[in-house]
């Protein structure tokens, strides 16, 4: 599996913490568009490079970290194609796979430590989607976008 991560200069440790975790899935190849340092950067800019990742197929999923979180996730969803969760708790990492498919995770690097951290994203990369009757839901999400061009 391809994963794309960025995050702005909220949470750059975090970013690092959370490749040594990914680090522990063989089969995981991690591609990091930055940032690098604690220079101030833009998270919409970060979410911008890491969903064009998601959404050209290039990564199978995408993790986006801010400060909070709430910046980088909203950001993202505003991309056509992206379904992201901002989750701070396991519970809420695995639902966001199995009942919203989602393709981004987002997290805030002043929010978690890395063990809290470290335990959302082996959840949120082991849980699979349960379709059923969250694929009609999901559907009907995506439909929202096209609803929204139409106007
Ligand atoms: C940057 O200072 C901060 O606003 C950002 O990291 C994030 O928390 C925004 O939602």
Redesign the pocket.
Known sequence: MNITIGS????VQLKEEVKMVLQEFEDVKVTDVGTFGTDSVD?PDIAEKVCADVVSGKADRGIVL???G???SIAANKIHGIRCALCNDVYSAKKSREHNNANVLAM?G?VLGFGPAGEIVRAWMTTEFAGGRHERRVNKIMALEQKQDQK
Do not use: F, L
Request: proline share 0%; hydrophobic share 25%; with cysteine.
């Open positions: 702005d200069h909220g949470a998270y801010c400060g909070t709430i910046g980088i805030g002043r």
